[in-house]
């Protein structure tokens, strides 16, 4: 009887604090990052995770894992900024946003000392291709620039002097606009009749 209660503690031991989900992954395709927060204290460690993640699934997931056991989970979903989509667009749209969980840990975690020889990762490789990539970006970005040139700055066809020239003319009064076609006798009289009329209010106002 003493070996079952001792064998019954041992199990409980290994369980957490809280009920397990029933969920089974067998595929994951989701990505987890463990995000370093210096003002965070040792009992809590905060996430990167899917919007589809809920608290209950990243709980579970590092229990299932790593064995680290939970007591409470914060989310918050972070909009992103309105971004432009390239140098030369007026087409803005906001990025997906990320979501971020703050959980309490049972026991406290301490992140290491940031090493200071990079060397073993490869880092001056990883400079010299960033260094690389954003060259790279400047340059099609300059490619890509372009003016909207003004219709006033481009030179002038021929027909568009001649007609400059014969407003100019027609401004100063020395050429008289006609289009060629001979109107109606009758637009005689109605012109007449409206000159007569202006000309009536205009003395009955002064």
Not at 126 to 133: G, N, S, T, V, Y
Not at 162 to 183: F, H, P, Q, R, Y
Request: a positive charge.
């Amino acid at each position: 009887m003493a070996e079952a209660v001792k064998a019954a503690k041992a199990a409980a031991r290994q369980l957490p604090g809280f009920k397990l989900g029933q969920k089974q992954v067998f595929l994951p395709n989701h990505v987890i990052t463990f995000l370093r927060k210096e003002h965070l204290p040792p009992n809590e460690a905060c996430f990167q995770v899917p919007l589809r993640f809920t608290k209950f699934d990243l709980r579970d997931y590092l229990w299932n894992l790593y064995k680290v056991e939970v007591t409470k989970v914060r989310s918050y979903v972070k909009q992103q900024p309105l971004t432009q989509r390239n140098s030369h667009s007026r087409s803005w749209y906001r990025p997906q946003p990320s979501k971020i969980m703050t959980v309490e840990l049972a026991k406290p975690f301490q992140w290491p000392e940031a090493p200071s020889d990079l060397e073993p990762w490869s880092h001056e490789l990883w400079k010299a291709r960033e260094d690389l990539m954003e060259k790279r970006n400047e340059e099609q970005i300059n490619q890509h620039k372009f003016e909207i040139s003004m219709k006033s700055k481009e030179e002038m066809s021929k027909e568009r002097k001649e007609l400059k020239g014969l407003a100019e003319s027609m401004i100063k009064g020395e050429v008289k606009w006609d289009n060629g076609v001979a109107l109606d006798p009758k637009w005689d009289d109605v012109l007449k009749e409206a000159r007569r009329k202006d000309d009536k209010t205009f003395w009955e106002d002064m």
